[in-house]
């Protein structure tokens, strides 16, 4: 998300039942002895949530959540990642807010001006937790922001210049070029990552992914004992920092404008919104 990347794979596999649980059905702890019975399903351990019920109007707690202040400038940018043909991002109440009916609100808007910079606005917040492996990251998300110039992702970051990295549980590109899917980058200047193309619609979906030791396991709408619909092995790219010791990453919500991902917004339809109903670590 942070350098504009939309390469695709293969397509996405049909979901399926299946026997064993997979990472995710339990909550972490200790597997059963052998022979002995599965342990019996526990609420999970939550290390970080938001629920968004905050009053109408109010921002996300700023104990949990920092509003990103602007957007961030590419190293030697190609014609659509010049700043003036980037939506800006703001920090005010009418592009971040809580609805008062239990949603987070990210909105981009279309305004005045003489280029993309100064005509559109979006918006970003980024975690102020973070966590490690072990970890399994859900959120349902409505994205009312399908439109063209628009950018919207759910994704994770660590934002190390030296060694970073990012997943995109769910992104969409707003260029009508690059197919909409979830992403692992290994790198953050866009050289070694896995993708998985999907389909996205603006109906409400739960994005959710397990981040263990031999690897990240992606599902949407999950389900106990159902596959997941994409799998990174850990070392299946030849940089792989998401096993380093001390490794974590923080959680990222927004919309851009323009940009790469969203190039041209004039045909579009604005203001276009992203809402999210909750946010689960455990």
Known sequence: MILGLGAAAAALPAQAAHAEPLPGDLPPG???GPGGPAPAAAAPV???????NGPAGSPPNPAAWFIVP??????????????????????????????????????ATRGEGANIQEKYAGAKIVGNWRGGVGTTWEARVKLDCLTDGAWPAFWLVNDNPVRGGEVDLIEWYGNRDWPSGTTVHARLDGTQFQTDKHPVDSDWHTWRMTWKPEGMYFWKDYEPGMEPFFTVAANSLPDW?????GFTMAPVFNIAVGGSGGREPAGGT???????DWIRVF
Do not use: C, S
């Not at 939550?46 to 968004?52: A, G, S």
């Open 30 to 32: 200790p597997a059963p």
């Open 241 to 245: 920092p998401f096993n380093d010791p």
């Open 270 to 276: 604005y203001p276009a919104e992203m809402r999210v």
């Open 70 to 107: 602007e957007r961030e400038t590419i190293r030697n940018p190609h014609e659509w990642d010049k700043p003036f043909n980037m939506g800006r991002y703001v920090t005010d109440q009418e592009h971040v807010f809580q609805d008062g009916n239990g949603n987070l609100v990210i909105r």
């Open 46 to 52: 939550m290390l970080f949530q938001d629920e968004f």
